[in-house]
């Protein structure tokens, strides 16, 4: 399987290890990854507020790269593949491909609108396969408790993006079970975790991340799970923030999705860049058996 990868901005700069946790599972799953340095931002959803035609034409853009190539996308970012897919449905207004077109011709780019974004916990759970996954797992992480955290993007606006339920998600839950995990419930895996407003009100910010990882947390996760590097961001590295706005300790692991997966299939924690991590992950790992049982 060949995809187009489109690793997004958090995971070449600030979030490293989700850039090398996601080849490291790529490499073992057999997924090749076609890269492309021409690809641009996706807009993270700010663009589109101040300029819809032009977050459109800068998506148009990455996507036509991709089918040029005959190549589908693969995202790591829930909020690049929301905008990204959100390009896709746009452009079948009319009004708007003309404006688009008109944008892109003067750089000659033309886009014809059939390159399909792909998530890559999307591409785990229905191109891999879930038995699949569960028969190569190498270190099952049985004894962790998971809280899978969704994030926004992925899953709204869930009509147009054709998505799983966005109050009832279970493909996340599905793989930490095919990797030994127990899934953890809880109404905070699929609400928002406060990235939008980080930078305009960065309390409110923190009390809504402090306010998903208590409800993990009273649900008994052991370690939140998330397929976006910016709720990674909020729940990871702005934890301290988000302690200080809720007024007390949380001290929750917070894994890439690619990195649980990567631990489950015999990865080591260098490998999969969890020292990066400004919560430490040591207390979820010491609840992973060193090796599936005899």
């Not at 799970?225 to 300790?249: F, M, W």
């Amino acid at each position: 399987m060949k995809l187009a990868y489109y690793p997004g901005c958090v995971a070449q700069e600030s979030g490293k290890e989700l850039d090398l946790a996601t080849r490291w599972v790529c490499r073992a799953l057999g997924i090749e990854l076609a890269e492309f340095p021409n690809f641009s931002c996706c807009g993270s959803g700010f663009v589109d507020e101040a300029n819809e035609v032009l977050n459109v034409a800068l998506n148009a853009r990455n996507l036509a790269i991709a089918e040029r190539a005959g190549l589908e996308m693969l995202t790591i970012c829930s909020t690049c593949q929301g905008m990204l897919s959100l390009a896709n449905l746009r452009l079948t207004d009319p009004k708007v491909r003309a404006r688009v077109d008109a944008a892109l011709k003067p750089i000659g780019i033309e886009y014809r609108g059939t390159t399909k974004v792909r998530h890559l916990l999307d591409v785990l759970v229905h191109d891999v396969g879930v038995a699949t996954i569960r028969a190569k797992v190498t270190r099952p992480l049985s004894g962790l408790k998971v809280g899978a955290f969704y994030g926004c993007h992925l899953l709204r606006p869930a009509d147009e993006l054709g998505s799983e339920s966005a109050e009832e998600p279970h493909s996340f839950e599905d793989l930490l079970d095919a990797l030994g995990a127990t899934p953890v419930l809880y109404r905070g895996r699929v609400m928002c975790c406060g990235f939008p407003i980080q930078f305009v009100k960065p309390e409110t910010a923190g009390r809504i991340a402090g306010h998903q990882i208590d409800d993990a947390k009273a649900h008994g996760a052991d370690a939140m799970a998330t397929p976006c590097p910016l709720c990674h961001i909020s729940l990871d590295a702005y934890q301290n923030r988000a302690e200080k706005a809720v007024g007390h300790a949380l001290d929750l692991p917070v894994f890439h999705l690619p990195q649980v997966v990567g631990l489950a299939l015999g990865a080591t924690p260098d490998e999969l860049g969890l020292g990066r991590h400004l919560v430490s992950t040591a207390p979820a790992l010491a609840k992973i058996p060193a090796r599936a049982p005899a």
